[in-house]
């Protein structure tokens, strides 16, 4: 069992930055790859970036491309999303997920084993 726990949310006006965090309970290192997901309102759950467990492969959604990076430190089992850029549609719960498969790094929520609480992100115009 894996417990996530994101932080680093918050208010921010558009075109600022956040650095979101995702603390895991268990080592990850080797053994997951992880993900960032957002949902907004009365939207579905949808692929923000993930990273292969080394850290060496990463894939983004097309939407925050360029704009947001995704890295690990395996030594402290953590997960960050940097974001840069933010603009008003960003708005959303951000939620970090694992998968227990380090071979895979899935775009679908469906792949992801373990999930956290979600941290607010909202950016306002």
């Known amino acids: 069992q894996v417990q996530l726990v994101e932080s680093g949310g918050g208010l921010v006006q558009a075109g600022g930055s956040l650095r979101l965090s995702c603390a895991a309970s268990?080592?990850?290192?080797?053994?997951?790859?992880m993900g960032w997901f957002r949902q907004a309102p009365g939207k579905e759950r949808d692929f923000v970036a993930a990273?292969?467990?080394?850290?060496?492969?990463?894939y983004y959604a097309d939407s925050v491309k360029g704009r947001f990076a995704i890295s690990r430190d395996n030594a402290k089992n953590t997960v960050y999303l940097q974001m840069n850029s933010l603009k008003p549609e960003d708005t959303a719960v951000y939620y970090c997920?694992?998968?227990?498969?380090?071979?895979?790094?899935?775009?679908?929520?469906?792949?992801?084993?373990?999930w956290g609480q979600g941290t607010q992100v909202t950016v306002s115009s």
């Open positions: 997920a694992a998968e227990l498969n380090p071979f895979v790094v899935a775009r679908s929520k469906d792949e992801y084993d373990y």
């Open positions: 268990a080592r990850t290192g080797d053994r997951y790859s």
């Open positions: 990273i292969s467990s080394s850290g060496g492969v990463t």
